[in-house]
């Protein structure tokens, strides 16, 4: 049995592997085959050898450490902030009514389209990159949040009712549970929305250090490997953080499940 799920694991990390490497080859032989040229698409080789010279100094660790806190500092307040607001709409049909109509109608804009007026507001300081990033991951979990409550299926609401659970006790045993794989869903795209962000909020609104402000560099300078490893870094850290999140929200939901017992 164990060998049984090792070769289905190998085999799943197989074929998860296959298209980066297939791509990873094209791109090798595209560069090779001098279909472009090496200032404009940098080979594989070069981006590595990049990676090699930037991991050597502290300087990178320091951007790479910067971009991290930015992220998740907006993260975390767009989450609780989104998630509240969320439950709030979920649970009150007058709440509803007075928010959901401006709230969708402000959704509607493009987050870079804040930054112009987050930065005549607060300026060139960290506020506005961490408020821009929290804003993207405001939308999404409030949808889910709000969805996932509305979606409850009225059985449990009837049981809760014969057991008479009221108040907290009906929001935090019945309704947020029964919820629970929506918020999961808007907690992913929150995250993804926060780091699809922050390279807009580093570079439009400059700072000292940031994987976007190397980015910015390796454009400045023409310096097509120090661009595509910059962006090869935040979707590496941006895929690893949402592989975790969601290991340890599939454990939280595990842990928390509906109980068919009250």
Known sequence: ???????????????????????????????????????????????LNTFVILFSG????????????????????????????????????????IFAPSFHA?????????????????????????????IAAFYPIALNTFAGVRNVPRHYLELAAVYDYKGWKLIRRIIIPAALPSIITGITLSLGMSWAILMAAEIFIQTEFGIGTQIQMGRDRFNMALVVAGIITVGLLGFSMTMLVEKLAKAVERERGIRTEL
């Open 1 to 47: 049995m164990k060998r049984l799920i090792i070769n289905k694991r190998t085999k799943a990390v197989a074929v998860s592997v296959t298209l980066p490497v297939v791509l990873l080859i094209l791109w090798q032989l595209f560069t090779c085959g001098m279909f472009a040229s090496f200032k404009l698409v940098p080979s594989p080789c070069k981006v």
């Open 58 to 97: 502290p300087a990178f660790l320091h951007h790479i450490a910067a971009s991290l806190e930015r992220v998740m500092s907006g993260f975390l307040i767009g989450i609780v902030t989104g998630f509240s607001f969320g439950l709030l709409m979920g649970l009150s049909r007058t709440a509803e009514k």
């Open 106 to 134: 402000v959704r509607q804009v493009p987050m870079i389209g804040w930054i112009p007026l987050i930065i005549m507001w607060f300026g060139m300081t960290e506020l506005p990159r961490v408020l821009i990033i929290s």
